[in-house]
């Protein structure tokens, strides 16, 4: 399962397409060599995260290197004259299609859970809070991170609650729990 800052990073990457097509729509001559940028910031987030689609992104970028290099793809139809840029721009449009579809189904499964985490974390929120339960105690360490831990802790240890974070602990790791609780408690 990702963890919620990959899907966060992942998302962030995704997030420049409509730039990139907005540089297609202008005819922009930098297009191509900017999809191939893309493709490299791609790669290497999902390689710094060890992530093996980091391979698929490697051979989707090798094959608009090829087509630079003159290889023409299989089943690519144009209505008018076809010129080498206009075959360089279809594959770039179509790289970055596919592209935008392994990452979407890459991080669906861990952000269905992520999101389902955090909708529980959201409603035991506000009975926490009645509870005191989000009240450092007296002697508490004024750090973020121990103080994220031990309410956590306090929340497990609750009877009304323990049930609901224990389920909540088989969805996400305890960090995305803790980051996921410090945004609910932020709020």
Known sequence: MLRLLNIEELESVLTQIPR?????????????????DWLEQLEKVLENNRMQACSDIAILKGSLISVERGLLPQGIEFSSHKTHRKVMDAVAVET????????????????????EAERYIRQ?????????LFNPPEDSVTDRSIYLKETWQRLLADPDLCNICLHIKGLVSSQDILI????AMSN
């Open 180 to 183: 996921l609780l410090d945004r």
């Open 124 to 132: 035991i929120a506000p009975l926490a809070e009645r509870k005191g």
């Open 20 to 36: 990139l097509i907005r540089l297609f729509e202008k005819k922009e001559s930098t297009f191509v060599q900017t999809v191939k």
């Open 96 to 115: 970055l299609k596919k592209a935008n579809e392994l990452i979407t189904s890459l991080i669906k499964g861990s952000l269905t859970q992520i999101n």
